[in-house]
């Protein structure tokens, strides 16, 4: 396999996209111009900065799914049989000293929608395994080996480079979402969002720009003048410099401008009702609460709200998105913690404390309680005991 290795898929040169190019409206006399969305790269500090740090429809919505998941209890069964004292638990309950159990597993689960990686170091003390500390995704670089798979990981901080085995002892526990085209790496849910997030930043810039420009749309004055002739360099300086410092902010909002002979104003900007400005801002909103899979409703967005009332659209929340992240986390950990204690063991989470599903839990209990066809020792196996 070794030998064929230089032509898998996976192996193939990683282009980069050169920035779009911009592009200028040139008139006469231009004071403020149409510009047009670059949509960002999608690096993990960019979706960071413009997702999670500057949307606030996307700052939401990975903190509702970051922390509901985080929220959840562990459960560890050994054998077949559920456990309350085992290291894993401990473990889980305090990975380091800097941060408790739902920290951790809160910034997890914020790196795996960010940047659809999660690392996790395990830190062993003598034999004992004592702690578990996170890798931010941005400073990691998978080194692939001869036949194409990831032998190790570099980590890069504060200038030094640290490599770590992908498999076997002191191996990196790396957690990724589905990615169609790459083979080592996750793909990130803001990522499918490039666009709606691009598009809801802008507008947001788009207001406080309007605002800043006393509301007044982009446009150019025109100089049509009478008799031939042009303006002269100092009277062109003038006229922006008088714009600027008497037409320009909100506290001059409304101020009449005084034109004098040959100047004219043309405005080149569509109104926010010719551009259907609000509601292509709600749809964009729309397409990240999509993208991260939370519904609207949760974040108090107008329209596409197809839930019949609140409860419902958080059961579905939790449902379709909260569990089954939670899920393949649980997943995740019960390997590669059952190769560092050398024994089975299946972590899972107690969602009859899970908040969000206490109306189906108890639903549930009602169901069962009025089962007489059941033993006692029946419906406690039905639940889960």
């Given amino acids: 396999m070794g030998k064929n290795a230089s032509f898998l898929p996976w192996r193939r040169r990683?282009?980069?996209?050169?920035?779009?190019?911009?592009?200028?409206?040139?008139?006469?006399?231009?004071?403020?111009?149409?510009?047009?969305?670059?949509?960002?790269?999608?690096?993990?500090?960019?979706?960071?900065?413009e997702g999670f740090m500057k949307n606030p429809i996307a700052h939401r919505g990975v903190r509702l799914i970051a922390e509901a998941a985080a929220s959840l209890a562990w459960l560890c069964h050994v054998g077949g049989r559920e456990t309350a004292e085992h290291p894993a638990l401990s473990l889980i309950s305090a990975p380091n000293p800097r941060q408790s159990g739902a920290e951790f597993f809160e910034a997890l689960y914020g790196h795996l929608l960010?940047?659809?990686?999660?690392?996790?170091?395990?830190?062993?003390?003598?034999?004992?395994?004592?702690?578990?500390?996170?890798?931010?995704?941005?400073?990691?670089?998978?080194?692939?080996?001869?036949?194409?798979?990831?032998?190790?990981?570099?980590?890069?901080?504060?200038?030094?480079?640290?490599?770590?085995p992908a498999t076997g002892e002191g191996r990196l526990l790396h957690l990724k979402l589905f990615h169609p085209l790459d083979d080592h790496l996750g793909f990130a849910p803001l990522s499918a969002a490039l666009t709606a997030l691009d598009l809801s930043n802008r507008a947001g810039e788009w207001n406080a720009a309007l605002i800043e420009n006393s509301a007044r749309p982009s446009g150019a004055l025109v100089y049509q003048p009478r008799e031939g002739g042009n303006l002269s360099p100092d009277q062109y300086e003038r006229l922006k410099?008088?714009?600027?410092?008497?037409?320009?902010?909100?506290?001059?909002?409304?101020?009449?401008?005084?034109?004098?002979?040959?100047?004219?104003?043309?405005?080149?900007?569509?109104?926010?009702?010719?551009?259907?400005?609000?509601?292509?801002?709600?749809?964009?909103?729309?397409?990240?609460?999509?993208?991260?899979?939370?519904?609207?409703?949760?974040?108090?967005?107008?329209?596409?709200?197809?839930?019949?009332?609140?409860?419902?659209?958080?059961?579905?929340?939790?449902?379709?998105?909260?569990?089954?992240?939670?899920a393949r986390t649980a997943s995740a950990f019960s390997g590669f913690l059952s190769e560092i204690y050398g024994e089975e063991i299946r972590l899972s989470h107690d969602l009859d404390q899970a908040s969000g599903l206490a109306a189906e839990r108890d639903a549930l209990w009602a169901r069962l309680g009025a089962a007489g066809f059941l033993t006692d020792a029946e419906k406690r196996e039905a639940v889960g005991y």
């Fill in 241 to 326: 410099a008088e714009l600027a410092e008497g037409y320009s902010g909100p506290a001059r909002a409304g101020r009449p401008m005084l034109l004098e002979g040959g100047l004219d104003w043309k405005s080149m900007a569509l109104t926010p009702r010719e551009m259907d400005f609000f509601e292509a801002k709600n749809g964009a909103a729309r397409d990240i609460a999509l993208a991260l899979g939370v519904p609207p409703l949760l974040l108090g967005l107008p329209g596409d709200n197809t839930y019949a009332n609140y409860a419902e659209a958080n059961r579905a929340f939790w449902r379709l998105t909260v569990l089954p992240l939670a």
């Fill in 114 to 164: 960010i940047s659809g990686n999660g690392y996790a170091l395990p830190v062993k003390a003598g034999m004992r395994l004592a702690e578990l500390h996170l890798l931010r995704p941005d400073r990691i670089r998978v080194i692939e080996g001869a036949d194409g798979w990831a032998e190790a990981y570099d980590y890069t901080a504060g200038g030094r480079a640290r490599r770590y």
């Fill in 14 to 49: 990683r282009e980069e996209t050169a920035p779009a190019e911009r592009k200028g409206l040139e008139s006469l006399i231009a004071f403020a111009g149409e510009g047009r969305l670059v949509w960002r790269e999608k690096s993990y500090a960019a979706l960071a900065r």
